[in-house]
């Protein structure tokens, strides 16, 4: 069973008199100066009403941004890793660095 004052046309009814409260109020506000505090109070009041008169509608559910397939070898500065995993040229002295000793040549 459902509680009466619950449904739709009841919620219509009662924003509608919520409007005419709002109106009301709206019509008494210039009895006070800007600045008084009863004004300020007013003021605020409307604010408040005017927020349950308003529709809400629900957000839709936010979508994650598409992420663009990556391309093969990214990351590698294009190039594929090779299969023993080491990256290509490992294991000799940097680019501009002295040679050591030759191969075949004494300590």
């Given at each position: 069973?459902?509680?009466?004052?619950?449904?739709?046309?009841?919620?219509?009814?009662?924003?509608?008199?919520?409007?005419?409260?709002?109106?009301?109020?709206?019509?008494?506000?210039p009895?006070?100066?800007?600045?008084?505090?009863?004004?300020?109070?007013?003021?605020?009041?409307?604010?408040?009403?005017?927020?349950?008169m308003?529709k809400?509608?629900?957000?839709?559910?936010?979508?994650?941004?598409p992420v663009p397939?990556?391309?093969?070898?990214?990351?590698?500065?294009?190039?594929?890793s090779?299969?023993g995993?080491?990256?290509?040229?490992?294991g000799?002295?940097?680019?501009?660095?002295?040679?050591?000793?030759?191969?075949?040549?004494?300590?």
């Amino acid at each position: 069973m459902v509680s009466p004052g619950t449904g739709a046309g009841m919620q219509a009814r009662g924003k509608q008199q919520i409007g005419k409260v709002i109106d009301m109020l709206m019509e008494v506000g210039p009895a006070f100066p800007n600045g008084t505090p009863e004004f300020g109070t007013l003021a605020r009041v409307i604010s408040m009403l005017n927020g349950l008169m308003k529709k809400s509608t629900p957000e839709a559910p936010k979508q994650p941004l598409p992420v663009p397939p990556t391309p093969p070898g990214a990351g590698l500065g294009g190039l594929p890793s090779p299969a023993g995993g080491m990256p290509p040229g490992g294991g000799g002295p940097p680019l501009g660095a002295p040679g050591g000793i030759a191969p075949g040549g004494e300590a």
